[in-house]
Structures are given as structure tokens and as C-alpha cells.
């Protein structure tokens, strides 16, 4: 059983940045791949970034490339993504998810857990 805690979350201006963090449960988290999702009002769930449980391999949205960085420390059980150059269209709740030794996936129902979701909102 895995726990998911994500925070980070605000109210930022278009252009500005935020660093999310989702810290999990559990011994085994370097054995997880990892991955962040979003879900916009009136929206469904979408992928935005994923890590492998190896560290390797980050694979990204097209909508998101070259503007978030997801990476993680295993020593601390947390993953993290870096957006910045942050649009009113990235206002979303983003959700952390973790898979058993996935690499880079961006299905997402290829992931066992999640977390509870932060609030990010962009303002123009």
C-alpha cells in the first residue's frame, strides 16, 4: 500500500512558476514510476509528466514540454514537478500517481495509486 501527499499548490500569474511535491508512503517508492496528471473544470483527467522508477526516462505532455520538469528523489520518497512559464490554461487540480516499475507511461490506468490532488491556479 502506497499513501500519495501532493502540495505545492497556489494561485500564481501567467508566466510565473511552482514546484509541486508528492511525498510517499512506503519502502518500496524507488521501485514506483511515477507520473503527474491535471483535471481542468469540466474536463477530463490528462497526463502531464512521468518518471520511471529508475529515474530515467521523463516523458512529457506535448502541451507541457519545455515548460515542467519532473524528477524525483528516492532518498526522500518524493517526486517533483518544476512548471514554469505557467499559462491560465494549466489551472487544473494535479494529481501524483504511482505504478509498480513503470517506465514513463502516460496511461493512467496503468497506475495503482493517488493521491488527493493540489489545487493550481493561473491567472492572466
Known amino acids: 500500500q502506497v499513501q500519495l501527499v501532493e502540495s505545492g499548490g497556489g494561485l500564481v500569474q501567467a508566466g510565473g512558476s511552482l514546484r509541486l511535491s508528492c511525498v510517499a508512503s512506503?519502502?518500496?517508492?524507488?521501485?514506483?514510476?511515477m507520473a503527474w496528471f491535471r483535471q481542468a473544470p469540466g474536463k477530463e483527467r490528462e497526463f502531464v509528466a512521468a518518471?520511471?522508477?529508475?529515474?530515467?526516462?521523463?516523458f512529457y505532455a506535448d502541451s507541457v514540454k519545455g515548460r515542467f520538469t519532473i524528477s524525483r528523489d528516492n532518498a526522500k520518497n518524493t517526486v517533483y514537478l518544476q512548471m514554469s512559464t505557467l499559462k491560465p490554461e494549466d489551472t487544473a487540480v494535479y494529481y501524483c500517481?504511482?505504478?509498480?516499475?513503470?517506465?514513463?507511461?502516460?496511461?493512467?490506468?496503468?497506475?495503482?495509486?493517488w493521491g488527493q490532488g493540489t489545487q493550481v491556479t493561473v491567472s492572466s
Open positions: 500517481a504511482a505504478g509498480w516499475q513503470l517506465y514513463g507511461s502516460g496511461r493512467s490506468d496503468e497506475y495503482d495509486y
Open positions: 512506503g519502502r518500496t517508492f524507488s521501485r514506483y514510476g
Open positions: 518518471i520511471s522508477w529508475s529515474g530515467g526516462s521523463p
